[in-house]
């Protein structure tokens, strides 16, 4: 267990941060960026987030000059690569590409994280969003959203749906479903896609949440049934797909993941300028929005502002995880 002497340390250096670098970050601002700027990317290679990570570093690469060079922070969902950012120097060299589970999820469900996702970031812009996708096995007699809200409401408690773990959007995506309509359904937290996929088939499973990117292949394979995608309006990429939304029940269903761009707390106000210009120009980019259209995302409007967007997300979370009693 940590002294109170380091715990406290380890505050004093997230709120602090931005003060402690200020003066060096100012002095760097004129010529920034000066060299490499690291992305972090709080998960695992390979995931939506690092995709997206990776497409729009090598953009802003071309509008600032120097090479973006992305950094993999697995851990916590994301939270762990949250936190390094908070903690580097305010300069504008050390950026997080984020999604809505650590900069917004994590600090509701977790009494563990210790850093702010507003007061210890500087808001750089919003990126992307995609939706979520809840779909049904096969095997549950559930063709259609009426048809599985039927089932569902004749046999209160006897099914389940499946996401990726405890607090994570999907989770709150399932719960926001049930919370509309009024079910009662079990919810089952899974380590990833694969054995969630492998159950749904099997039949062991009745539901389960997917991002729509994850979720395409097996709908198209014809592994999984879609039931409705969790964004208020039908996904450009998968247009045969209906918003959950469209039934009366689930209007107020409108939920999805999304992704954008933060610095320290406190950066200098021309570093902060420099980089929401660069961020602007990568988001027009022609590869960048054919590429992230692709995998199923949408793109953010360039200058699309960030702060005002994550604040009203983090208070959209609040009342799905409290109604829902939602803790790591």
């Given amino acids: 267990m940590k002294s109170p002497l380091v715990r406290r340390r380890e505050v004093l250096l997230l709120t602090g941060a931005a003060a ?41 690469a071309r509008s600032l000059g120097q090479p973006v060079v992305i950094e993999n922070v697995g851990g916590a969902g994301g939270a762990l690569g949250a936190q390094k950012v908070a903690l580097a120097a305010a300069d504008g060299h050390t950026l997080l590409l984020g999604s809505n589970n650590e900069m917004a999820i994590a600090h509701l469900v977790n009494p563990a994280i210790r850093y702010d996702p507003i007061r210890n970031f500087t808001p750089l812009g919003r990126v992307a969003s995609q939706p979520m996708v809840l779909v049904a096995s096969p095997h549950a007699g559930m063709p259609d959203v009426s048809a599985f809200i039927e089932r569902v409401k004749q046999h209160p408690g006897k099914f389940s749906y499946g996401s990726s773990g405890v607090g994570t959007g999907l989770n709150l995506a399932g719960e926001m479903v049930k919370q509309a309509a009024g079910l009662f359904i ?79 707390a406190g950066l200098p106000r021309p570093v902060t300028e420099r980089l929401q210009a660069a961020l602007a120009d990568a988001l027009k980019a022609p590869e960048l929005v054919q590429k992230m259209t692709a995998s199923g995302a949408t793109m953010a409007a360039p200058g699309a502002v960030l702060s005002d967007f994550q604040a009203a997300e983090i208070t959209k979370y609040r009342r799905i995880i409290d109604q829902a009693g939602i803790r790591v």
């Fill in 20 to 60: 402690l670098g200020c003066a060096p970050a100012l002095a760097q601002s004129t010529n920034y960026p000066s060299r490499p700027i690291t992305l972090v990317v709080g998960y695992p290679p390979g995931g939506s987030t690092d995709l997206t990570a990776r497409l729009l570093g090598e953009q802003l």
């Fill in 186 to 264: 079990v919810h089952i937290p899974y380590r990833g896609v694969g054995p969630l996929t492998t159950d749904l088939i099997g039949g062991q499973l009745e539901l389960g949440v997917y991002v729509l990117s994850s979720g395409l292949p097996q709908i198209k394979a014809g592994k999984v049934v879609a039931l409705g995608v969790t964004e208020r309006e039908r996904s450009p990429v998968a247009p045969q797909i209906p918003a959950l939304a469209e039934t009366a029940s689930l209007r107020s269903v409108d939920i999805g993941t999304w992704f954008g761009l933060w610095g320290p």
